[in-house]
């Protein structure tokens, strides 16, 4: 079951405005203000620098050692978040942030940890961390969130529905909705997914990376239409992702609708040429059924190197040389789709008639 785990945000802070250019001024006056916005701009890198500078102008300030240090984590610099973030919480044991960004830092290090020992370790550190925050703000929504997701990273999922639950009985937000929708997929229940993907929706309409995982999630019910209008509704409001793009490719195949499938799956290896390997597979057979076999071989010999142990990818390449007479290329890729996967029934037909 492919499902997908959501980087909330869990700031103590509000987002300042996003002005692309903050004003001088603003960078002389207040640093910490301008770390803010460069940081909710996503230019991680220059919020660190200047976030730097205010910390050497206010040493020790708790809103800018919380900042640095979630800046830190974006940029990979792991250890010095983790230490900035420990030291935020041993002087300021009342400050929410500490924890949460603390926690943070522990399930980056897991993430990065190719231990599986020494990672589950990491994990256990930031639900202790948790439930010292819990302690200092019984309340707050985003630790119940982050609570979630440590346990989805456990495997634990009913006590990551049941974190989810509480958060969302403090603050009702698309992020949480999504996650719980991601729990019930990971369980395999669709159905409770697709009702909390809806609802979520809801509250985020412009939220294209929500769409994207509900569309997909329609696409396992077979509801391929709602699938491909939800996406087509997202890309009115905002243009999709290559992600956006491979997902509505895959709806338009479902729903035989060949020509469209083609735009939106070459759009999807545009925007990104090695992140969807099967988009490539899924082109192939796109080109074989409006009866181009040499645009379906360029694209299936892209998708057989990229993934050459996929017997599936074989068999169309196979095909496409076979509708374009070459014969001896086709009974290859039939051998060594038949060598990948014993007794494919498909692959020996073909090598019959080859």
């Given at each position: 079951?492919?499902?997908?785990?959501?980087?909330?945000?869990?700031?103590?802070m509000?987002?300042?405005?996003?002005?692309?250019?903050?004003?001088a001024?603003?960078?002389?006056?207040?640093?910490?203000?301008l770390?803010v916005e460069?940081?909710?701009?996503?230019?991680?890198?220059?919020?660190?620098?200047?976030?730097?500078?205010?910390?050497?102008?206010?040493?020790?300030?708790?809103?800018t050692?919380?900042?640095?240090?979630?800046?830190?984590?974006?940029?990979?610099?792991?250890?010095?978040?983790?230490?900035?973030?420990?030291?935020?919480?041993?002087?300021?044991?009342?400050?929410?942030?500490?924890?949460?960004v603390?926690?943070?830092?522990?399930?980056?290090?897991?993430?990065?940890?190719?231990?599986?020992?020494?990672?589950?370790?990491?994990?256990?550190?930031?639900?202790?961390?948790?439930?010292?925050?819990?302690?200092?703000?019984?309340?707050?929504?985003?630790?119940?969130?982050?609570?979630?997701?440590?346990?989805?990273?456990?495997?634990?999922?009913?006590?990551?529905?049941?974190?989810?639950?509480?958060?969302?009985?403090?603050?009702?937000?698309?992020?949480?909705?999504?996650?719980?929708?991601?729990?019930?997929?990971?369980?395999?229940?669709?159905?409770?997914?697709?009702?909390?993907?809806?609802?979520?929706?809801?509250?985020?309409?412009?939220?294209?990376?929500?769409?994207v995982?509900?569309?997909?999630?329609?696409?396992?019910?077979?509801?391929?239409?709602?699938?491909?209008?939800?996406?087509?509704?997202?890309?009115?409001?905002?243009?999709?992702?290559?992600?956006?793009?491979?997902?509505?490719?895959?709806?338009?195949?479902?729903?035989?609708?060949?020509?469209?499938?083609?735009?939106?799956?070459?759009?999807?290896?545009?925007?990104?040429?090695?992140?969807?390997?099967?988009?490539?597979?899924?082109?192939?057979?796109?080109?074989?059924?409006?009866?181009?076999?040499?645009?379906?071989?360029?694209?299936?010999?892209?998708?057989?190197?990229?993934?050459?142990?996929?017997?599936?990818?074989?068999?169309?390449?196979?095909?496409?040389?076979?509708?374009?007479?070459?014969?001896?290329?086709?009974?290859?890729?039939?051998?060594e789709?038949?060598?990948?996967?014993?007794?494919y029934?498909?692959?020996e037909?073909?090598?019959?008639?080859?």
């Amino acid at each position: 079951m492919r499902w997908f785990l959501v980087a909330l945000s869990l700031g103590t802070m509000p987002v300042l405005a996003q002005n692309p250019s903050p004003p001088a001024q603003v960078a002389e006056q207040n640093p910490l203000r301008l770390g803010v916005e460069l940081y909710a701009l996503g230019q991680y890198e220059a919020a660190l620098r200047v976030l730097e500078r205010a910390l050497k102008e206010n040493p020790g300030d708790p809103d800018t050692l919380y900042w640095m240090a979630r800046a830190q984590l974006k940029v990979g610099l792991l250890n010095p978040a983790l230490e900035n973030a420990k030291e935020l919480v041993a002087k300021n044991p009342r400050y929410i942030g500490g924890y949460m960004v603390l926690a943070e830092a522990y399930v980056a290090l897991y993430r990065a940890s190719g231990d599986r020992e020494r990672g589950r370790d990491y994990l256990n550190q930031a639900l202790s961390v948790l439930r010292d925050a819990e302690r200092v703000s019984p309340r707050y929504a985003p630790l119940f969130a982050q609570r979630g997701v440590v346990y989805l990273y456990l495997g634990d999922l009913d006590r990551a529905e049941e974190a989810f639950r509480r958060a969302l009985a403090l603050e009702d937000t698309p992020q949480v909705r999504s996650a719980l929708a991601e729990v019930y997929l990971a369980k395999g229940d669709l159905d409770r997914a697709l009702a909390e993907y809806a609802k979520a929706l809801e509250k985020a309409p412009k939220d294209t990376s929500l769409r994207v995982r509900y569309a997909t999630a329609l696409l396992l019910k077979g509801r391929a239409e709602e699938a491909a209008r939800l996406l087509e509704e997202g890309h009115k409001l905002r243009p999709l992702d290559a992600e956006g793009w491979y997902t509505l490719g895959q709806a338009y195949m479902a729903l035989k609708r060949f020509k469209e499938a083609g735009v939106a799956l070459e759009n999807a290896v545009a925007l990104a040429p090695l992140r969807f390997p099967a988009a490539y597979y899924y082109l192939g057979q796109v080109y074989l059924a409006l009866g181009d076999a040499q645009k379906a071989k360029s694209r299936l010999t892209v998708a057989v190197r990229l993934e050459p142990r996929k017997a599936e990818y074989r068999y169309q390449l196979c095909l496409a040389n076979e509708k374009l007479g070459d014969k001896e290329g086709a009974r290859y890729q039939c051998q060594e789709a038949l060598k990948l996967k014993p007794g494919y029934k498909e692959v020996e037909e073909v090598l019959k008639r080859l």
